[in-house]
């Protein structure tokens, strides 16, 4: 079993849905819970990064994480066809080495008009 | 502009003919490291670096070597490729260890194909 799991999809809406994407784990030692976006042929890019359980907004996303049942989710709201693109969950967890973190393999997300 | 390049962005070689692949960052950061994204398997790091001369193995070390001289630049050497190092390889920084919970900074990513 890996230790992130993430739906690959593709998951496909129409413009202006709420989209949930989400992420279950198992190390109970990840500490960091962070989402990136990653464009085609394009490098991952850092969407939002939370610490505690609960819920962080910003803009038209909102990262929820749940640590009692190790369940993230990250939501958009009024999706953009400009929000195409496969979204990563990555979690760290403090390691001799610093922050290590681990990513699910991603869900790719289409948004049509 | 603040960001990570790597260079080449597309590589085609041939069993066992050493490479390289450079990695530079214009933040000051401390903490670099390399990871490769294969189908189903999702980013694996390779080797991580916490500071000038400190480098570490990740999960996927092998058939890989990395240096780091100089704090701006993480070059990932590749001495004797073979087909299954076929990858997407990434690049990431981030200012130092234990900041942001981690979360780093990538580059464009390098295709690199071994025949």
């Known amino acids: 079993q890996k230790e992130v799991e993430q739906d690959p999809g593709p998951l496909s809406v129409p413009e202006g849905a709420i989209v949930s994407l989400n992420c279950t784990y198992s190390?109970?030692?990840?500490?960091?819970f962070m989402w990136y976006r990653q464009y085609s042929r394009k490098g991952p890019e850092l969407l939002m990064y939370?610490?505690?359980?609960g819920n962080k907004e910003d803009g038209r996303f909102t990262a929820q994480v749940d640590k009692s049942s190790k369940y993230i989710s990250l939501f958009i709201r009024d999706s953009q066809p400009s929000d195409s693109a496969t979204y990563l969950c990555?979690?760290?967890?403090?390691?001799?080495?610093?922050?290590?973190?681990?990513f699910g393999t991603g869900t790719q997300l289409k948004v049509e008009l | 502009e603040a960001q990570v390049t790597q260079n080449p962005r597309y590589l085609i070689t041939v069993t066992g003919k050493k490479l390289t692949v450079t990695c530079s960052q214009n933040?000051?950061?401390?903490?670099m490291s390399w990871y490769r994204q294969d189908p189903g398997l999702g980013l694996r790091q390779i080797y991580y670096?916490?500071?000038?001369?400190?480098?570490d193995k990740g999960d996927v070390p092998e058939g890989y070597k990395v240096s780091r001289k100089e704090k701006r630049n993480f070059p990932l050497i590749l001495e004797s490729p073979s087909p299954n190092q076929t990858s997407l390889y990434f690049c990431?920084?981030?200012?130092?260890?234990?900041?942001?919970?981690?979360?780093?900074?990538f580059g464009p990513g390098t295709r690199l194909t071994v025949l």
């Open positions: 670096s916490m500071n000038v001369e400190v480098t």
């Open positions: 190390n109970s030692a990840f500490q960091y």
């Open positions: 933040m000051n950061h401390e903490y």
């Open positions: 990431a920084s981030s200012l130092r260890v234990g900041t942001s919970g981690g979360s780093q900074y």
């Open positions: 990555a979690m760290s967890e403090i390691t001799g080495g610093g922050n290590k973190l681990t």
């Open positions: 939370t610490y505690s359980s």
